[in-house]
């Protein structure tokens, strides 16, 4: 049964499917009501010329209870002088629906690109990068066209190409951080890309070296032919650094005096500035690749001074010549992790090298080899 209260974030939460609906007791006509999924949509009941209309002011996630009172507040002060909102909503639709100026690529270009740089320029590169590739398919869309169902068949089909779980679901929180900004900016009314749901990911299984693999890439690693593929994958051995810290680290980020390596807050997928001891191996081989490059600019760059690309084919040579199989660069930083674990380091500190913000995500990492853990038996046999 509908139910009257006033309409606040409190009582919003307190809602259910069987209440379906709030009628607000400060406002006339502003109301909230619940689908049975539990789905929560602001309106306001307006009669005009003896026409009744229920305007659809948006939808609870997507603005606050606060922000759907303002707006209702400023589509009553129209009613009021005679403007028909709802049909006006509806003409502004049909003259911008085909429009380029209401597109995904419009939107990107003139307005969350520009926010994004404002609030991290090395961010914004990065993101604008990850829709053209990832949804080039979408850029001539108009906004209010991109919906759950475009995005369930983009996903099955990534899906079916052989994309990870894990990455069409960090691809699609994207988009979805995307259209909210567009609601919360007026460009669209709401989005429903929340009925996309996330994909389950099992992470606890962590892909690392044994011991007669780490001896044979080693092995292999001193009679590679490409210079500083040695050099990257022992600095990645050695503190777990993700592949694109690895491409993006300056000279100026490593201190010899200290032994300290630090990763750059616009170069670190957290965002946030961590600084890694290097032990003997990381300081010498890094000492050395300086002597010889010249120690200017990037570490590892190409004959033009640029970060060095990606080196998928000299990376798969090596693993072959290895006898190692699946197994992917990123699985250096998860060997990394694995082996301070079963050194005995705490978890908190394999978090903080590795530049995790919540311990959950270092917890996968909380195994033992099973020769570690037939050795733990052990000790009470």
């Known amino acids: ?25 400060e406002i006339s006509g502003f109301h909230a009501r619940i689908t049975p999924s539990g789905l929560i949509t602001y309106y306001l009941f307006y009669r005009l010329n003896g026409k009744q209309v229920n305007y659809r002011l948006g939808i609870d996630g997507q ?7 303002d707006l209702a507040k400023n589509k009553i002060a129209e009613v009021t002088q005679g403007v028909d909102v709802q049909a006006v909503r509806k003409h502004d639709r049909t003259k911008t629906r085909y429009s380029k ?24 590169k990065k993101t604008i990068k990850a829709f053209e590739s990832s949804f080039p398919a979408l850029m001539d869309f108009q906004l209010s066209d991109i919906n759950a169902w475009e995005i369930e068949k983009w996903r099955n089909k990534r899906l079916a190409d052989g994309v990870k779980p894990a990455t069409t679901n960090r691809q699609i929180n994207t988009i979805k951080g995307c ?19 996330t994909l389950t990911v099992d992470n606890s299984k962590v892909r690392y070296l044994s011991k007669d693999e780490e001896i044979r890439l080693r092995d292999n690693l001193q009679v ?37 390596l630090t990763v750059d807050f616009q170069n670190a997928k957290s965002g946030n500035t961590r600084h890694i001891p290097l032990n003997s191996q990381a300081y010498n081989t890094l000492k050395e690749w300086q002597q010889n490059t010249g ?52 978890l908190n500190t394999v978090r903080e090298l590795l530049g995790h913000s919540d311990l959950k995500m270092t ?19």
């Open 1 to 25: 049964m509908p139910i009257k209260n006033k309409i606040t974030v409190t009582n919003i939460k307190n809602l259910s499917p069987e209440d379906k609906r709030l009628n607000d007791t």
């Open 63 to 69: 603005m606050s209870p606060a922000q759907a009172r």
């Open 101 to 124: 100026f209401s597109t995904l690529r419009f939107f990107l270009e003139e307005k969350y690109s520009p926010w994004l740089k404002s609030r991290n320029p090395k961010t914004a």
């Open 179 to 197: 259209l909210s900004r567009a609601v919360e900016w007026g460009a669209i009314d709401s989005h429903d890309l929340n009925k996309v749901k």
């Open 224 to 260: 590679c032919e490409t210079d500083f593929l040695e050099v990257i994958v022992v600095l990645a051995l050695n503190t777990g650094m993700r592949k694109g810290e690895l491409l993006s680290l300056e000279w100026n980020h490593v201190n010899f005096e200290n032994k300290i």
């Open 295 to 346: 120690g200017i600019g990037f570490v590892f760059k190409d004959k033009n001074g640029l970060p060095q690309k990606d080196f998928p084919y000299i990376w798969g040579e090596l693993l072959d010549k290895s006898q190692i199989t699946n197994f992917r660069f990123h699985d250096l930083r998860h060997h990394f992790a694995s082996k301070l674990v079963m050194a005995s380091v705490d």
């Open 363 to 381: 917890l996968r990492y909380a195994h033992l080899a099973p020769e570690h853990k037939a050795a733990a038996v052990n000790l009470i046999g």
